[in-house]
């Protein structure tokens, strides 16, 4: 089993991650600001994608709209963390601590998916190959 096949788990994984890091966030600033949430909407869509994707007819699709939505995760946690880092994060620090949280399992999770991507397209040529000879 490569791993292609187990990214629908993987993509569960890190919605259940990205979620639990949303929820901390929420109840670190003390359900004041609800813009802390941001990771459980990257993280619900990934997880439901993930769910989707467990449907082998629908794999493909769902797993090349997870990874779209990690890469968005991804640039939208990074950027506003390197923005928060420039401008200072005096009081800030679990917002900070969040968006930089959420990048790095974005990142992460992108990761897996282009490898997995990778992994996909040899199989199918490796198998075209073999149905060639």
Same mark, same amino acid.
């Given at each position: 089993?490569?791993?292609?096949?187990?990214?629908?788990?993987? +993509?569960?994984?890190? !919605?259940?991650? /990205?979620?639990?890091?949303? *929820?901390?966030?929420?109840?670190?600033?003390?359900?004041?600001?609800?813009? &802390?949430?941001?990771?459980? *909407?990257? !993280?619900? %869509?990934? /997880?439901?994608? @993930? *769910?989707?994707?467990?449907?082998?007819?629908?794999?493909?699709?769902?797993?090349?709209?997870? &990874?779209?939505? @990690? /890469?968005?995760?991804? *640039? &939208?946690?990074?950027?506003?963390?390197?923005?928060?880092?420039? #401008?200072? &994060?005096? !009081? #800030?620090?679990?917002?900070?601590?969040?968006? !930089?949280?959420?990048? /790095?399992?974005?990142? %992460?999770?992108?990761?897996?998916?282009? #490898? +997995?991507?990778?992994?996909?397209?040899?199989?199918?040529?490796?198998?075209?190959?073999?149905? @060639?000879?």
């Amino acid at each position: 089993m490569n791993i292609f096949n187990r990214m629908p788990v993987i +993509s569960i994984i890190f !919605g259940i991650l /990205l979620n639990i890091v949303g *929820v901390v966030a929420y109840v670190l600033t003390d359900m004041q600001h609800k813009t &802390a949430l941001i990771p459980c *909407v990257f !993280g619900l %869509l990934i /997880l439901v994608c @993930g *769910v989707i994707a467990r449907t082998p007819a629908h794999l493909k699709h769902a797993m090349h709209a997870a &990874a779209m939505i @990690g /890469l968005l995760g991804l *640039v &939208a946690g990074g950027g506003r963390f390197v923005m928060g880092l420039i #401008k200072g &994060a005096q !009081g #800030k620090e679990a917002a900070l601590a969040a968006t !930089g949280t959420m990048a /790095l399992l974005c990142g %992460l999770y992108v990761f897996c998916c282009v #490898k +997995s991507f990778i992994a996909a397209k040899k199989a199918r040529l490796a198998a075209e190959a073999a149905a @060639g000879n």
